[in-house]
């Protein structure tokens, strides 16, 4: 059905652009219509459907390094083991 919607809107659809949809499922019991209208909202909110704005470039978050900092633990240059969150 996404492939369909996405056929049949391209020409709204910005030109050169990949899309990868990600459903779950509980749109499968979404009839077409309303499929449609969700898959089309978020494209405009993506500001991926002509006319419509790109969202604003958010400022990315300056590196903060993990709880080992990075440095070498043991004497010899050994790299610490870092825990990721």
Not at 10 to 35: H, N, Q
Not at 54 to 69: C, D, F, M, N
């Amino acid at each position: 059905m996404i492939k369909e919607i996405v056929r049949l809107n391209g020409s709204r659809i910005v030109e050169g652009t990949d899309l990868i949809l990600i459903v779950r499922k509980p749109a499968i019991t979404l009839p077409y219509i309303e499929m449609e209208r969700s898959v089309l909202h978020v494209l405009r909110k993506a500001g991926l459907t002509k006319g419509s704005t790109p969202p604003p470039q958010q400022a990315r978050k300056p590196y903060r390094p993990g709880p080992g900092g990075g440095k070498p633990k043991a004497p010899g240059g050994a790299p610490r083991a870092f825990h990721c969150q």
